[in-house]
């Protein structure tokens, strides 16, 4: 629903001239149509659809920043209002340069046509397909509980200093939990910017399987081969805390004063980038209406750039990197994009087959628990199996691996050829890592 | 809202339910002298549920217009392929309202900004270096409409106070977090002050605090501790939908001894705490229902829903995060009722063993019964005596093996707040209970 249906933007913009007469002004609009599916034993139980708006109205008066935030979008005014008031409660922000101009944009799409026109239809298809996949492995497969959710969202940026900016973008995600004999588990969610493709259930279900039969491990030293899944959680973490430039700038990241300077593994290479092609962090512009733009953080094992957003960029004196990352109802902050990890040369089946005494970590537990300050982790292997003579061994049970985040970066022996998405934002190959312990019975 | 119900039922729908919510939020925040962030927004939502064909739907929007929302709902039901099944009740026509003294959106947020600042006063509390707090309110106006006959409505005001005070010594930190959370309006804030200090007190006791002794040992648990373990260790078990998925280890366990004869549990909706709701999100009014009745299980906790499958009558605790979310099986206030022993009686009866104070959660997994909290502190009991204070201890157990262990219960009750989470959905709950000694748990320490 387009903002112009909702409210008069003139009238905005007057209504603000009006009050702040001299200071700036942004208004961040943002509408979206959601589709919420809960699925129980295979039926679809609950179906819940949606449309909301809402508006987040930032002022700057006399370096006093205000926002307020309402999604009775009619009553904008108020919400004017609000923000005013807050601002001349605020304390005066000398870092805060102001709103952004006019941008110059690249054509960049932060969704597909195919998800745009998606029908319900198509969505029970979609669950049908699914569920005969599975049971075309194995009929006793039991697709327990499955969440779906789509979202369709359109911002719009409108700022006093000339810049006027709209987005679309949509994705969807299926997170389902498969049970067999009852106790075996095996959870997993698919997101993506086009349709989700049904045939993906045969992994799904072999993965489950080969979690049926687990074997207790011994405590011991080993190689750790990262799944894209499993390197996904890890790079999060290792990523969102130390590359943040405001962590930076505050001296709470572990690399404060890297930059330039060899800090991990020289086969590591990340770049954070929103206009990579149909991916799901890619838009043509960040949430101030920064252009999107690729930034290289880590660049063979050399620390390169830390992420900006408006604010910190002028705080820090650094370049703004299109960072920024909000809803309506909230107050910008750093976030990445798309994360990138350069793959390596190996195809993962010669990767595995090569590998001895080594643990392959598919899906870890209590990745939020890794100390930040000292990189210390002590982790649940949720999946894994010992590779031993190159041959995947049954699924490990009551296993743990403990270690430190800042040591696993610095010990990347080597990484897969085939890039994979590992979950939210994070595109990755496999990773093999030199030594890990693994903490057994 | 007639309107609304008939044009539903022209379209062929044999069960419309209507909602609106709008909600006025201001949260203050500080750190020290500093003001972190000041913000008032203003939210509402509508939604609609419609039965068509035998299935339900959904749809929810910002903007009031019923009419599109209905035509949506029923577009979302066709989505729907497992008939929906309710229990039957008859709609009921009552309005709530919120007790208040002070009306928080008539106190400016100038003045809330001042006096949470004006809070920032460590007086003796020479350890203390830090002081983060959070204030925040809410009015709420929340009505449901239905095809049944229901229109319930409730003006509701929350307040509420977080506090995060922080003590140094040499190299070494503690902090210690409290909370105040009512159905209430600004007069709340009369507690801010002897909050603030209690906190400054137990951070700086905490610089003196030892680790606890693991082992097992017998337990005093006070109300805070009590009451969150009553709320996980047996009140999630109890949720319908737990048990039919599989998932409750007290599933086959209605109407058998699974605690002490001394032991009475039950989840009211209309305690007064952070889990009051005059109704739940179904139109169930609220009420007291006993999920445990000398020791015997006696009932689980029920939506319409689950209600109709288990052949039971639905306990008002049919739950969602706010109306766009699914309505499922949710705590509103669990307790355990006062018994008739006194906290002295119970110490006196302890060699060796711990009272265990208040806890910032923990973790538990209902299909194995299998629980892990972490106190914020404690005390050593040593001959009937309290002891020296000991930080950060755990509790942890399994619930068929620690409820027949409840030997005394006091008769004061205290109450809690919290929020539940459960299936991607929080919802404001309380909990409660009297002192409790458990006669053997398994503590958890450093030492």
Redesign the interface.
């Known amino acids: 629903m387009a903002i112009n249906s ?1 409210f008069n933007i003139n009238e905005a913009r007057q209504y603000l001239k009006s009050r702040i007469k001299s200071g700036q002004y942004e208004i961040f609009f943002e509408s979206s149509d ?5 699925m ?1 034993k295979e ?12 508006i987040g109205i930032r002022v700057l008066i006399n370096k006093k920043l205000g ?7 009619a ?1 904008f005014k ?2 004017v209002n ?1 923000a005013i ?2 601002s001349q ?3 005066i922000d000398k870092n805060f340069n102001g709103f952004l101009g006019k941008q110059k944009y690249k054509k960049i799409e932060g969704y597909n046509k195919k998800l745009l026109n998606y029908t ?1 239809d198509e ?2 298809n979609y669950f049908k397909d699914y569920i005969q996949n599975i049971k075309s492995i194995d009929k006793e497969i039991l697709v ?1 509980a499955g ?1 779906y959710e789509k979202s369709i969202s359109t911002t719009r940026i409108i700022n006093s200093e000339g810049l006027d900016s709209e987005k679309l973008e949509a994705g969807h995600s299926f997170s389902k939990d498969l049970l067999i004999n ?1 106790d075996t588990c095996y959870g997993s969610t698919d997101s993506s910017r086009v349709p989700l493709n049904p045939d993906k259930a045969f992994e799904d279900a072999e993965r489950l399987k080969s979690m049926v039969e687990k074997s207790s491990t011994k405590t011991q030293d080993a190689k750790l081969l990262l799944h894209p899944e499993a390197a996904a959680d890890i790079i999060s973490a290792f990523i969102d805390y130390n590359f943040s430039g405001e962590n930076a700038g505050l001296k709470k990241s572990k690399f404060f004063s890297s930059i330039n300077k060899k800090e991990t593994s020289k086969a590591l290479t990340i770049i954070d980038d929103a206009t990579a092609k149909g991916l799901l962090g890619t838009r043509q512009f960040d949430d101030e209406g920064f252009p999107s733009q690729k930034n290289v953080l880590i660049k063979r094992g050399i620390i390169k750039s830390f992420l900006y957003d408006s604010y910190n960029a002028a705080r820090f004196k650094k370049k703004n990197t299109g960072s920024a990352s909000r809803s309506y ?1 909230s107050l910008p902050a750093i976030d990445s994009s798309n994360l990138l990890v350069s793959p390596g040369i190996k195809p993962e089946k010669k990767l595995i087959s090569s590998l001895d005494n080594a643990i392959y970590v598919k899906s870890l537990l209590g990745t939020h628990t890794i100390d930040k300050a000292s990189g210390s982790l002590s982790l649940g292997v949720i999946e894994g199996h010992m590779i031993k003579n190159g041959v995947m061994q049954k699924a490990v049970k009551d296993t743990m691996i403990a270690g430190n985040l800042f040591e696993i970066f610095n010990n990347i022996e080597e990484l897969s050829k085939e890039i994979k998405h590992g979950g939210s934002a994070i595109y990755t190959p496999h990773i093999l890592i030199k030594n890990i312990k693994v903490i057994g019975n | 809202m007639q309107e609304f119900l008939e044009y539903a039922e022209k379209k062929g729908a044999s069960f419309t339910e209507l909602k609106e919510l709008n909600e006025t939020t201001t949260i203050i925040e500080t750190f020290n002298k500093d003001v972190k962030q000041l913000s008032e927004t203003d939210n509402a939502v509508y939604s609609v549920k419609v039965v068509y064909n035998g299935f339900e739907g959904l749809a929810f929007s910002n903007n009031k217009n019923f009419k599109e929302l209905i035509d949506r709902a029923i577009e979302s039901s066709k989505i729907t392929n497992k008939k929906a099944d309710y229990s039957k009740i008859n709609g009921i026509k009552k309005s709530f309202k919120t007790n208040f003294e002070v009306n928080p959106k008539e106190i400016p947020l100038e003045l809330k900004k001042e006096n949470l600042l004006k809070l920032n006063n460590k007086g003796n509390f020479k350890k203390i270096t830090a002081l983060n707090l959070a204030y925040a309110d809410k009015i709420k106006h929340y009505n449901i409409t239905n095809s049944e006959g229901a229109e319930l409505e409730w003006d509701d005001v929350t307040t509420g106070l977080f506090v995060k005070a922080f003590a140094k010594q040499d190299n070494q930190i503690e902090n210690f977090l409290d909370n105040l959370r009512l159905h209430q309006g600004y007069e709340l804030m009369d507690n801010a002050e002897s909050l603030v200090k209690n906190s400054f007190k137990i951070a700086e006791a905490l610089l003196k605090a030892k680790y606890a002794k693991a082992g097992n040992f017998p337990v005093i648990c006070d109300p805070k501790l009590g009451g969150t373990f009553t709320h996980e260790a047996v009140g999630h078990a109890c949720e319908a939908d737990l048990v039919l998925q599989g998932g409750s280890v007290l599933k086959d366990k209605l109407n058998k001894k699974i605690a002490s004869d001394i032991v009475n549990i039950a989840d009211d909706g209309t305690l007064k705490t952070n889990g009051w709701i005059p109704f739940d999100d179904e139109g169930v009014e609220t009420q007291r229902t006993i999920i445990v009745e000398n020791g015997i299980l006696k009932t689980f906790l029920q939506s319409r829903a689950t209600a109709s499958i288990m052949n039971a009558k639905p306990t008002g605790n049919g739950r969602a995060q706010s109306p766009t979310y699914k309505t499922i099986p949710r705590m509103t206030t669990t307790i355990i009722l006062p018994g008739k022993d006194r906290f002295e009686n119970m110490l006196s009866t302890i060699k060796e063993g711990y009272y265990l104070i208040d806890t910032y959660g923990g973790q538990v997994d209902t299909a194995k019964g299998e629980f892990l909290f972490s106190a914020k502190y404690g005390y050593e009991i040593k001959n009937g005596v309290l002891g020296q204070m000991v930080k950060y201890p755990s509790l942890t157990g399994n619930i068929i093996d620690i409820m027949p262990k409840i030997s005394m219960i006091a008769k004061d009750l205290k109450f809690g707040a919290g929020t539940c989470g459960k299936s991607g959905q929080g919802v404001p709950v309380g909990d409660g209970s009297p002192e409790f000694k458990i006669n053997l748990a398994r503590v958890g320490g450093k030492q």
């Open positions: 909702q959601i589709l919420k599916v809960n129980e039926q679809v139980d609950f179906a819940s659809s949606g449309l909301i708006s809402g926002f307020s935030s309402t999604n009775n979008i009553n108020e919400c609000n008031k807050i409660l605020n304390n319900n969505l029970k327990a969440q009852g109802a």
